[in-house]
């Protein structure tokens, strides 16, 4: 490495335009051979932009990319390929009905005669699944396997194209805390190994344990770059956002009283006959925080969807109040002070190609004011609208905006400000924060926890261990469909709950 | 009994296979056209375009070679205007593939007005030039098979052959995986360097080429002239067989014999039974509702089917 060139990748006054939009601004980026590289920034900091540039599914408007000391033309995907860049992306770019194998190979597969030679495909998924550590197995289809094996897939297709500069969109957005752990040394074995690893990322904590560089953007800039050891969470969140930001939940003790909700010996059957729910119990009282801890897929989602009324349970009952509510549909729930911010906002939450003014009565629009007999209260409507907007900081505030134009940030602010509006006794919460800006996590937990101390019971239900730990006054954990424990969150490590989340 | 067997016989088997080869090549030209992510119900367009040229041409220059492979032409040019539509402009694949369907219905009077004086027939073909009848040297001399498989015509045996060509295409071959994961997801095929829209283009220009011959099928092969209409919703019925199959080239092959089978019953019915011979024509067209509406619940199409793709978000 002594006289290779001093870096492996270089972008020099970068500048992307979408329409009036700079989604860069002449950014410079400089990543030495061998080492983890972060860069980080909000959701709309032109991260993605940059790597999209790099990787040739943008074109710059300006600018220089240098890849190992050499400026190069990158006009598309196949031609960062060739120079040796890998992309693994945040939605993964996999095939479901095809085998990892097959996945793979796609793009770059080796023939005998006409036919594909499979045989040898495998060989080499086989052989380089071997050396750098990423098993899986290759026969299996992609669809099957779980989110973190689908990495590797991902991983393992940049490899086979014999990769050396690996570029890692949002990796650990939707992987388990056991996963990121196995992700993570994987990626330093790869770097071992000689290659280089950009990775993209909003998480402060990975960053400072996993990087050797870092790169801060904001508002497509490039706002700093330091050596991680030098750098602090505190300092790194403020360059981000560029204000000083709160990276713990404050909040006081809870004051706990009369239960709210409780659900009594629930159980639920997939409609492909497998247990999603057994035998769940618990009570939340007014004015705390239940934190529900679980790796995806272990009923977290179809208990929120009994408690919300979309799903009805096989057998057991949810009382709010003390009142039967097993019967009760989604409607009839919200009427009786149930608020509902789903896990899939762009599925449940929100209508994408509806503005913000009529994405902020959804669930109220046969409701006296929203409606009178016949029709829509348009006023009331927007004057209600103009008001959220406003007080949930949703940014643009423009209630004329089609839905799918917001950040996911923003996006969950109007979700937010539509559910607590109407001052809910009872709060569902499911993944409040996933995919969400730093800036606008902090806003979020602070309106749950202002409901909290108004006398609100809330569920909340994350996969972030860190947003379960602050979040909730009490937590209990599921796996497989049942509640395995409850933990106090002021003394519980997060190792022992990571084991008690996988059924250790 | 003696209806019974005068209607469930070899040759009724014979005339399965015969009455099913356009519908077997339209389901397996839907397949490639489907598998790669473009809806086509434009077969039934491109087998009457198929069927009408291959009448024309080879009535002009009396020889039906020259029509199969002008048939085979007229699929593929028909067929390019439903994928520069749906892929270079993006239209929507479902108003394409009718707005061809309704096109040909109308072209092919409108041609034979201008070649032939007349309203929507060609000119009767003699026989000699029709496609000629073919014999497998070894199957001639087995007793069942030879009843089954000697004297079609030659579209026939390119028809079955066609099935394991396609599977072997499809699952077998680069040209088949990547088509395949152009259909399911073609952001993940862009990504790893592959072009969408050429795979899309091979994919529905296939699906042209080989609907086109089954069109020439019914024109110069079954019969010996184009008739207005000739197809009679064989277009449909072979996608519906493409649905009822999965998306399988052996499951479409087996729903097309089905279905092929179904029409050949009938036809013997006809006459032997004492039922109205409308009632008895129907039987394919009713056996097809309720088939797709009982029996497919659990058929996936392709992921990408039907949308048409946009690279930038």
Not at chain 1, 17 to 32: E, H, I, Q, T, Y
Not at chain 1, 226 to 243: F, I, N, P
Request: glycine share 10%; hydrophobic share 45%; with cysteine.
């Amino acid at each position: 490495m002594t006289d290779g060139p001093k870096y492996a990748i270089e972008m020099r006054g970068v500048t992307k335009r979408f329409g009036a939009l700079v989604a860069n601004d002449r950014v410079n980026l400089a990543v030495a051979p061998g080492s983890i590289h972060a860069i980080i920034g909000e959701n709309g900091a032109g991260k993605s932009t940059a790597m999209n540039i790099l990787y040739g599914f943008y074109k710059a408007d300006q600018g220089q990319i240098l890849i190992d000391g050499e400026v190069r033309s990158i006009e598309g995907p196949s031609d960062a390929i060739k120079l040796g860049l890998g992309m693994v992306h945040q939605h993964f770019m996999l095939v479901d009905t095809l085998t990892v194998t097959e996945n793979i190979i796609l793009g770059a597969e080796p023939l005998s005669g006409m036919a594909i030679d499979f045989a040898k495909a495998r060989a080499r998924v086989l052989d380089l699944s071997n050396q750098y550590g990423l098993q899986v197995d290759p026969d299996a289809r992609v669809g099957r396997l779980s989110v973190g094996q689908q990495q590797r897939v991902e991983i393992l297709k940049t490899l086979y194209r014999g990769a050396r500069i690996l570029i890692l969109d949002e990796p650990t957005a939707v992987l388990t805390p056991q996963e990121v752990a196995e992700l993570f040394s994987i990626l330093r074995g790869l770097r071992e190994q000689g290659k280089t690893i950009i990775i993209i990322t909003h998480k402060l904590a990975e960053v400072l344990a996993l990087s050797g560089n870092i790169t801060v953007m904001r508002d497509g800039k490039v706002i700093g770059g330091l050596a991680t050891k030098d750098a602090t969470a505190s300092e790194l969140a403020r360059m981000m956002v560029g204000r000083e930001v709160l990276l713990r939940v404050e909040k006081r003790e809870a004051e706990p009283r009369s239960p709210t909700l409780s659900v009594q010996c629930v159980s639920l059957k997939n409609p492909d006959g497998g247990v999603a729910l057994y035998d769940v119990s618990f009570t939340v009282r007014e004015g705390e925080i239940l934190a529900i801890a679980g790796v995806e897929g272990n009923g977290q989602t179809e208990l929120i969807e009994v408690l919300a009324g979309l799903r009805r349970p096989d057998s057991g009952e949810v009382r709010l109040d003390g009142r039967n509510i097993t019967p009760l549909g989604p409607h009839e729930r919200k009427s009786l002070g149930v608020a509902h911010i789903p896990e899939d906002r762009r599925r449940r939450g929100l209508l994408l190609d509806f503005d913000l003014a009529e994405n902020s009565i959804l669930g109220l629009h046969s409701d006296r004011p929203v409606s009178g007999a016949f029709l829509l209260n348009k006023q009331f409507i927007t004057a209600r609208a103009e008001r959220l907007v406003k007080d949930y900081d949703v940014r643009p505030p423009d209630i004329k905006l089609a839905a799918r134009g917001f950040s996911g940030g923003n996006q969950q602010k109007l979700i937010i400000g539509r559910e607590f509006d109407s001052k809910p006794k009872l709060i569902l919460a499911a993944q409040p924060t996933r995919g969400v800006d730093i800036g606008a996590i902090e806003f979020i937990h602070r309106k749950i926890i202002e409901l909290r101390d108004a006398g609100a019971a809330v569920v909340v239900v994350s996969a972030e261990l860190e947003e379960v730990l602050s979040l909730g006054d009490r937590v209990i954990v599921m796996f497989g469909g049942r509640i395995v424990g409850e933990v106090d969150p002021k003394t519980v490590t997060e190792e022992e709950l990571g084991l008690m989340m996988t059924g250790g | 009994m003696e209806t019974l067997t005068s209607i469930i016989n070899l040759s009724l088997l014979a005339s399965m296979v015969r009455i099913s080869t356009p519908l077997i090549l339209a389901s397996l030209g839907g397949l490639y056209s489907e598998r790669g992510g473009v809806i086509n119900i434009a077969l039934e367009g491109i087998m009457l375009s198929g069927a009408f040229t291959a009448a024309a041409v080879t009535a002009l220059y009396h020889n039906p070679w020259i029509g199969l492979i002008a048939a085979a032409g007229a699929g593929l040019a028909v067929s390019f205007i439903h994928a520069v539509a749906s892929i270079r402009f993006r239209a929507n694949q479902v108003v394409v593939g009718a707005a061809i369907n309704i096109l040909f219905l109308g072209v092919p009077p409108l041609m034979s007005g201008a070649l032939f004086q007349s309203t929507g027939s060609t000119p009767q073909l003699p026989r000699e030039q029709t496609l000629p009848d073919w014999n497998i040297p070894l199957i001639g001399q087995v007793p069942v098979l030879n009843q089954l498989f000697s004297g079609h015509k030659p579209i026939v045996f390119f028809a079955l052959a066609m099935v394991p060509v396609t599977y072997y295409v499809l699952f077998r071959t680069r040209f088949g995986l990547r088509l395949r994961a152009v259909g399911e997801n073609p952001e993940a095929a862009d990504t790893a360097g592959i072009s969408v829209e050429r795979m899309r283009y091979a994919g529905v220009l296939l699906s042209g080429l080989l609907a086109g011959i089954g069109g020439a099928y019914l024109s110069i092969g079954q019969n010996s002239l184009f008739t207005r209409n000739m197809t009679a919703g064989r277009g449909f019925i072979a996608l519906a067989a493409l649905i009822f199959g999965k998306w399988h080239p052996v499951g479409a092959f087996l729903a097309c014999l089905f279905f092929g089978g179904a029409e050949a019953i009938s036809i013997r019915m006809q006459g032997v039974v004492a039922i109205p011979v409308q009632f008895i024509q129907i039987i394919p067209y009713v056996l097809t509702l309720v088939v797709l509406a009982g029996f497919i619940g659990r058929a996936t199409p392709p992921r990408a089917i039907g949308q048409p793709y946009v690279k930038e978000k």
